[in-house]
Every structure is written in structure tokens, then in C-alpha cells.
């Protein structure tokens, strides 16, 4: 994953319990473009990716998480000047650890996730609620160093193998 990799994740780990570093076993990340399709595109990684690590029955609830993330990212972070053609501003990771699996979208906002607005209708802050529902914990962190932005995060504890 490089040093922008651990550099960005950093607050991440920082926010979850503590977790042994020797005991991630493997993580996975994709770009995704500016574009609402990504979303789709993300659930399909998500998918391989779950099936990589022997992990299909959870496809359902994370996939369900990811999609929310990853929609709220395109919808809520991006700057409505963005150029949609320079490098995919939102990323995907996934890792896993023994008894825990992450995902984390990292997007250019600094503003953190708003549950819902009166303004805008049932749907506005619904993500949030899913993310809450479907997974153990979540949250979110402005990136460290060099990168602009945050990363929101969702933890799934998985069972004893």
C-alpha cells in the first residue's frame, strides 16, 4: 500500500481499539471516479474482494455499508466545480484483521458526515442510519499529513474462524 497508504490510514487506526499490526492479514484498495456508477463498481470490488478472503457471507451487510459510504463521498464531498477527469478523487479500502474487517472511503472533504438535514427529506441522513445499523462501529478522521480530507469508516467483527 506505499506511505501515502499507511500515512493517510494512520487516523484511522488511531480511532478503532487497538488493534495488533502484525495481525492484519490483508487489505485491498480501489479509486473511484467522480461519477455516481462507482458506487456499482465498488460493490463489485467489494464483492471479489470478500470472496478473496473466504468472506461471501458477508457480503450483504458490507456491500450495503460501502454503497452508503461511498455514495455519500460522491454526493456530499465532492466540490460541485470538481474536474471529473483528474485522478478519482474517492478510495475504497477494505482490511482485515483475524476477528475484524474494515472498510474506509476516503474522500477530499474536510467536513464531516451530517446525519440528516430537515430540509432535504427521509433520505438525507438514511445512509448514516444503515451505516450505524449494519456495522459494529464507525466514524471518521480528517486525513493526516500531506493529504486533504477525511476517511470514514465502518468495522465489521467477524466470528472465531
Given at each position: ?14 480511532g478503532l ?5 502484525a495481525v ?25 474482494t470478500l470472496?478473496r478472503?473466504d ?6 451487510d458490507?456491500?450495503l ?22 485522478e478519482p ?11 475484524r474487517l474494515?472498510c ?24 448514516l442510519f ?32
Open positions: 500500500m506505499g506511505t501515502n497508504g499507511s500515512t493517510m490510514l494512520e487516523p484511522l487506526r488511531q481499539p487497538p488493534i495488533d499490526p492484519v492479514s490483508s487489505s485491498a484498495t480501489c479509486a473511484l471516479p467522480a461519477r455516481y456508477e462507482a458506487v456499482r463498481g465498488a460493490r463489485k470490488f467489494t464483492g471479489r470472496a478472503w468472506l461471501d457471507e458477508r457480503f450483504d458490507v456491500a455499508v460501502v454503497s452508503e459510504l461511498v455514495t455519500n463521498a460522491l454526493r456530499h464531498a465532492l466540490p460541485a466545480d470538481a474536474p471529473r477527469d483528474q478523487p474517492v478510495r475504497l479500502h477494505l482490511m482485515r484483521w483475524t476477528s474494515v474506509a472511503v476516503r474522500d477530499p472533504s474536510e467536513d464531516g458526515p451530517q446525519a440528516g438535514e430537515a430540509e432535504d427529506s427521509a433520505e438525507c441522513g438514511r445512509g444503515l451505516v450505524d445499523s449494519f456495522s459494529d462501529s464507525w466514524g471518521w478522521h480528517p486525513l493526516a499529513g500531506p493529504l486533504t480530507g477525511k476517511v470514514v469508516w465502518a468495522l465489521f467483527r467477524l466470528p472465531p474462524a
